[in-house]
């Protein structure tokens, strides 16, 4: 008897079928620079805009939402996770100073589930248009095998561009420099792997924590906040040294890969309040203080490394946005 491709775990005209359904969201991204359709074999764009610039720099990153789609798929919504992988992106290459062109993504399944694939690409594109970065190509891959039943993978990538003379390195990192914090919404997308064992072990994501107006489900899934608005404005003026995306490694790993050799920082603990996410997940744990601080935001999602005589500025613009800023730690000399 003939075995076909779609016996085999893999159906192509679903693919094909899921992929038009979502064509309209997809196109509703681009922009004038995006001069390919859906479905060509690379997205193509165009770098029109480099003669605004005297010395334009490329800048890429790739990430994914990591084991926080487990907690999507257990609640059966995954609309808020493709938000999530973009403003992830964005914020990574924010930290070199630069502003998004163009976004592509991946979605890896055993078995694609169109209702997903649709809540996915939604939230993707509307991160897309909400920072003028065009989703323009992209992969959907049903490999049963490779990931489990009803497993998903989520992987972004960027492509952004800064001034030459604009990048932001941490070159320009002194003592004394000031380490403003801008709040996070919970865990964004990293230690999710800690915080499944903690809490999911014990509870279900339909349960509510003591204290809390959410479930588990619905304060894990809160999403990853975009600082873009909020940062990129700022780094007209001088004074910006450093810029530091607080993910997986938390606030001592993310801050150390900026600062250069014969400095160090401190971070002030309690300069402010800890969300009560993750006040639970070290009691209920019990979670030792220093995975804590090595594993999660706690609360912090960007940092800002100022020098002394701007930061109050800076604070000041940033509370004209109606953002709450703390100073969470200084650069020393060691």
Known sequence: MAITYKDAGVDIQQKTQSIRSVSGL???????????????????????????????????????????????????????????????????????????????????????????????????????????????????AEMPGIYYDKCLDLVGTISGIVERAKIVDGSKIRAGDVLIGLESDGLHTNGFTLARKVLLSQKTVNDRLEGFDRTIGQELLRVHRSYYSLVYPLLDGDGIHGLSHITGGGIIDNV????????????????????????????MGPVPEEDMRHTFNLGIGFILIVSEDRSESVRSELAEKGETTHIVGRIVAP
């Open 26 to 140: 997809i196109a509703s991204t681009h922009n004038s620079y995006v001069l390919s359709g859906i479905g060509h074999f690379g997205g193509l764009f165009s770098l029109a805009m480099v003669k605004d610039f005297d010395d334009p720099v490329m800048v890429s990153s790739t990430d994914g939402v990591g084991t926080k789609i487990e907690v999507a798929v257990a609640t059966n919504n995954l609309s808020t996770i493709g938000q999530d992988i973009v403003h992830h992106c964005v914020n990574d290459i924010l930290c070199c100073g630069a502003r998004p062109l163009f976004f592509l993504d991946y979605v890896g399944t055993s078995k694609l589930n169109s209702a997903y694939f649709a809540q996915l690409v939604e939230g993707v594109s509307a991160a897309c248009l909400a920072h003028d970065c065009p989703l323009i190509a992209g992969e959907t």
């Open 256 to 283: 150390a890969r900026l600062v250069p050799d014969g400095l160090t920082f401190k971070v002030d603990w309690d300069s402010w309040t800890r969300p009560a996410i993750f006040r639970t997940i070290q009691e």
